[in-house]
């Protein structure tokens, strides 16, 4: 299953650094994709139930969230 989600806050190559490794961390997460320019993150996860856990994820890296869609 893949997601995107739309995310505020990143600025610069740095941030998609963060922001992959912070989503890269996450138990049932398959592949990262972070496009800084979309200012998006494609996502594609083991569960549908990961929504909590990696926006937070997200968050603790500086950036936040505002919104998941599934793809």
Do not use: P
């Not at 806050?9 to 990262?32: P, Q, W």
């Not at 990961?50 to 919104?67: C, F, P, Q, R």
């Amino acid at each position: 299953m893949k997601k995107k989600l739309f995310i505020e806050g990143m600025s610069c190559h740095n941030c998609v650094r963060h922001v992959t490794e912070a989503l890269n961390e996450i138990d049932g997460v398959k592949s990262v994709d972070v496009n800084l320019e979309g200012k998006y993150a494609l996502v594609e996860v083991v569960s549908d139930n990961l929504d909590e856990t990696i926006k937070s994820a997200v968050e603790d890296a500086g950036y936040d969230v505002v919104g998941i869609d599934v793809i």
